[in-house]
C-alpha cells in the first residue's frame, strides 16, 4: 500500500510542487485548498495522468470542522494517513505593526498557526502508537522571515513563522516515542505567487540582490527539502529546522 499524505495548501506554489513530487515517490496524496478548486484540481489531474493517486480535499485549516472534516474524507477515500505536510499560510500587504488590524492579525495567526495546530493534532491522533497508530512524519513549512523578523513589511507573519518553529521542536519531542518525526522546513525567497498575494508580485527577483546566492529559490527545490524530511533518510532528524534559504 502506498504512503499517504495530506499536503494543506496544497492548490499552488511550494504546496503543490511537494504534492507533484511526492506523487512522484509514490505517496498518495490528498491536495487541499481553501477556495481555488480548479487550481487543485489541476495538480490532482497532473498527479492522475502519470499513473499516481490524489484527491482535491476542500478545507479552510483555519476551521475546526472542516479540518475534522478533510481528515474523516481521507480515512475513508485514501486510508490511514502517513505523513502530514503543513503548507497552508497566508500573507498580507507590507505594513508597520502600528499600521495593523485586529482582523488582519486574527487571520494571520488562525490560518499559519492554528491552521498548523489543528491538522497536527488530527494527524497524530491517527499516527500516534499512543493511538494505535502505525507512526507516521510531519513537516511544518516556516520562514526565514522568523529569524529576520520582517521589519516595515510582515512582523505578523515572521512571528507566525516563529511560533511554528516553536512548535515544531516541541511536537518533535512530545510524540518522538510514539513512533511521529517531526521536523520543518524555512523557506527563503521563494519564486511563487504569495508575493502577488502581499502586494509585491516582483519581490521574489527585487530581492535576489539580498540573497547570498543572487536569485530566489524554486518550489521544487523546498520540495525537494520536505520529501527529503519525509523519508527515511532523515530518520534520526527529530525538530530539526531546515533552512532552503539561499544563504540569507
Known amino acids: 500500500m502506498n504512503p499517504i499524505v495530506l499536503i494543506t495548501g496544497a492548490s499552488r506554489g511550494i504546496g503543490a510542487a511537494t504534492a507533484l513530487l511526492?506523487?512522484?515517490?509514490?505517496y498518495a496524496v490528498a491536495v487541499n485548498y481553501q477556495a481555488n478548486s480548479l487550481a487543485a484540481d489541476q495538480v490532482v489531474q497532473e498527479?492522475?495522468?502519470?499513473?499516481?493517486?490524489?484527491i482535491a480535499v476542500q478545507a479552510d485549516v483555519a476551521i475546526e470542522t472542516e479540518v475534522m472534516a478533510m481528515f474523516?474524507?481521507?480515512?475513508?477515500e485514501l486510508g490511514p494517513l502517513t505523513a502530514l505536510v503543513n503548507n497552508a499560510g497566508v500573507i498580507d500587504v507590507a505594513a508597520r505593526?502600528?499600521?495593523m488590524s485586529v482582523d488582519r492579525l486574527k487571520r494571520m495567526f488562525n490560518t499559519n498557526v492554528l491552521g498548523s495546530f489543528l491538522c497536527a493534532r488530527e494527524a497524530?491522533?491517527?499516527?500516534?502508537?499512543?493511538?494505535?497508530?502505525a507512526g507516521g512524519v510531519i513537516v511544518n513549512v516556516s520562514s526565514g522571515a522568523a529569524r529576520l523578523g520582517s521589519a516595515g513589511e510582515y512582523v505578523?507573519?515572521?512571528a507566525s513563522k516563529g511560533a511554528i518553529d516553536t512548535f515544531t521542536v516541541g511536537l518533535a519531542r512530545e510524540v518522538a516515542t510514539e513512533g511521529i518525526r517531526v521536523n520543518a522546513v524555512r523557506p527563503g525567497i521563494i519564486d511563487t505567487d504569495i508575493h502577488a498575494s502581499g502586494g509585491q508580485p516582483e519581490r521574489a527577483h527585487l530581492a535576489a540582490p539580498?540573497?547570498?546566492?543572487?536569485r530566489a529559490g524554486t518550489a521544487l527545490e523546498v520540495a525537494q527539502a520536505i520529501l527529503w524530511l519525509l523519508s527515511s533518510e532523515s530518520s534520526f532528524s527529530i525538530g530539526?529546522?531546515?533552512?532552503v534559504t539561499g544563504g540569507r
Open 22 to 26: 511526492a506523487a512522484q515517490k509514490g
Open 72 to 76: 474523516k474524507r481521507i480515512d475513508a
Open 240 to 243: 530539526a529546522v531546515l533552512d
Open 156 to 158: 505578523d507573519y515572521a
Open 47 to 54: 498527479i492522475r495522468s502519470k499513473g499516481g493517486q490524489a
Open 210 to 214: 539580498q540573497i547570498p546566492l543572487q
Open 124 to 133: 497524530v491522533r491517527r499516527m500516534s502508537t499512543r493511538h494505535g497508530g
Open 97 to 99: 505593526v502600528d499600521e
